[in-house]
Structure formats: structure tokens, C-alpha cells
């Protein structure tokens, strides 16, 4: 693997809706990093393993049509991850929290890990936050996959 300035992947070469760190909203003081690769883009945020509760990044996925999709979290792991990061995906009126354990390699594509699949009018947030993590919360970026047709 290439390091350096070209480690990222681009997302535009990814399928589907996808929202990187940058245009993300950002609650809190999140540390910027390149260090470990498979990242989306030029960086991740992290949390520094610190001010647990006080942080959170939400991504808003414009989705171009009515349907079901698969909702996706991109994260770097390692073994000072946390095991228990709450994410929770909003669609429409339904919200949904889901716990990602980030010292796993993630299985699509060793980037992504499925947040689960949500049907979906215009857009899905996704909102990633610290509250009682027990490790380094990575925030990377969001991918909405179509599954099917309405």
C-alpha cells in the first residue's frame, strides 16, 4: 500500500451517496489523521480517546431517489479502537442506534461496515458519537448503497 499524500481513496470512485469527514458537522475538538491507511479522502477524524459524551460527527446523505439502502460507516481500525461506538442512522422519522466495534477490520471492502438497511425518502443521517466508548472513536465517512427498487 502506497503511503503518504495518495494513501486515501477517492471518494468519487466509490458507488452509491457517499459524504466524507469534510462535509460532515463537527461538535467537539476532533484530531485529524492520515496514519493508518484505507481511510476515505486525505484524513479521519478521531476522538483522542478523550471528552467522551462531549463529541459527535453527523454525515447527511442526499439520496437521489426513494428506496431501500444499505447505510455504511467507513472507519480506519486498530487495537486502541472502541468496541462499542454508537451510531445512529436516522431516516425519516425512525432513528436507529447501532454499536460498531471498531477494532474489527471492516467487511466490505475492508473500509466499510454496514450499518444496516433503511428504507429511505430523501436523505439518511448518520450520526457518530462518544458517549461511554471504551477506546478511540474513528469518524471517516458515510456510503448509501441502492439495495432495491421502492
Do not use: C, M
Not at 463537527?26 to 479522502?41: E, K, L, M, N, Q
Not at 453527523?58 to 479502537?81: C, H, M, S, W
Not at 436523505?123 to 469518524?139: F, K, P, R, S
Amino acid at each position: 500500500a502506497k503511503r503518504g499524500a495518495a494513501a486515501g481513496i477517492d471518494p468519487k470512485t466509490l458507488k452509491g451517496v457517499v459524504v466524507d469527514d469534510d462535509k460532515a458537522k463537527v461538535v467537539g475538538d476532533w484530531g485529524v489523521s492520515s496514519v493508518t491507511p484505507g481511510y476515505i479522502g486525505t484524513q479521519y477524524l478521531h476522538d483522542g480517546d478523550d471528552q467522551k459524551g462531549k463529541l459527535s460527527v453527523t454525515f447527511v446523505l442526499k439520496l437521489p431517489e426513494v428506496g431501500k439502502y444499505d447505510i455504511r460507516l467507513a472507519y480506519t481500525q486498530n487495537g486502541n479502537r472502541a468496541t462499542n461506538v454508537p451510531v445512529t442512522v436516522k431516516s425519516g422519522d425512525q432513528s436507529f442506534v447501532v454499536k460498531v466495534n471498531q477494532r474489527e477490520k471492516p467487511k466490505i471492502d475492508g473500509t466499510f461496515v454496514s450499518l444496516g438497511q433503511y428504507h429511505a425518502a430523501d436523505e439518511v443521517t448518520v450520526t457518530i458519537n462518544t458517549n461511554g466508548t471504551d477506546g478511540h472513536v474513528i469518524a471517516d465517512a458515510v456510503q448509501a448503497v441502492k439495495v432495491s427498487a421502492p
